[in-house]
Structure formats: C-alpha cells, structure tokens
C-alpha cells in the first residue's frame, strides 16, 4: 500500500483524535478509538466511538466525527485521523462512509501505542476500500 505525505496539520490531527479517545464510551470492549476530521474550510471536527449493550448499535468514532461535521454544515473533507492502540484502520463500514465524502481522503492511521508526535501511517481512503460501492444514478 503507497504511503501519502502528511498533511501539514497533522499534529494538531493527532492530538485532537488522541485527546477524544479517552472520551470514549467503551464499557463493554474496552476498546476506545478517536477520530479528527479536518473540513476543507479547516475546522477540525472530533469523534469517539459509543458502545452500546445492544452491539448494532454501536457507532465508531470516524462515524461520529463525519456526523458532527454534516450537523455543523460541513461536507467536503480532507484529511482524517483515527486513532487507536495497536493495529489503527477503520472498519470496513467506516471505509465505506467515509468513502460517500472523499474517496481520496488522506486517512492517518495513529498507534496510540506509539508516543504522540510519532508521525502516523497516511494512505488514501480509496488504496483501504478498493471497488468501493458507489450508487450509479
């Protein structure tokens, strides 16, 4: 998989999707993930996931982050952090969302394992969800 250059904000990325997974409401799993989306008018739009006893309903943190963004009038994207211990990529059905935005996307994956101002992993959202579904109208 081809790396992308960071984005220059990436630090301020890092920290804030690493500051929202302690946020996290992960009772169950006990596995908390963060998320930074940067909008193409340059806010910063944060997300964690939330468990729930009823696991379907569960809502990952790039998820949140993309709702948030879409309630405060955002919808054009550029860059986007996930942050978690260990193996950091988003789920296939955050793939698949986020790919309804920007399948270009730069996707920073962050191992909180690592200290912060490690420089993250980049690749495109499309290089992670190759054949993505599109709806053809």
């Known amino acids: 998989m081809q790396t992308l250059p960071l984005p220059i904000r990436w630090p301020e990325l890092q920290q804030v999707a690493?500051?929202?997974r302690t946020l996290?409401?992960?009772?169950y799993s006990g596995f908390q993930v963060g998320a930074a989306l940067l909008t193409d008018c340059g806010q910063i739009i944060a997300g964690c996931n939330v468990e729930n006893a009823s696991f379907g309903l569960?809502?990952?943190a790039e998820r949140t982050a993309v709702c948030r963004a879409i309630a405060s009038g955002y919808i054009q994207f550029s860059a986007i952090c996930v942050s978690l211990s260990g193996n950091p990529v988003?789920?296939?059905g955050c793939r698949q969302f986020l790919m309804e935005?920007?399948?270009?996307i730069p996707v920073l994956l962050d191992n909180t394992d690592q200290p912060i101002g490690t420089q993250p992993d980049c690749v495109s959202l499309e290089s992670l969800l190759?054949?993505?579904?599109?709806?053809?109208r």
Request: hydrophobic share 40%; glycine share 4%.
């Open 18 to 20: 690493r500051h929202v």
């Open 24 to 27: 996290a409401w992960a009772p």
């Open 58 to 60: 569960t809502i990952c």
């Open 90 to 92: 988003p789920c296939g």
């Open 101 to 104: 935005f920007n399948p270009q």
């Open 130 to 136: 190759p054949r993505a579904f599109r709806f053809e």
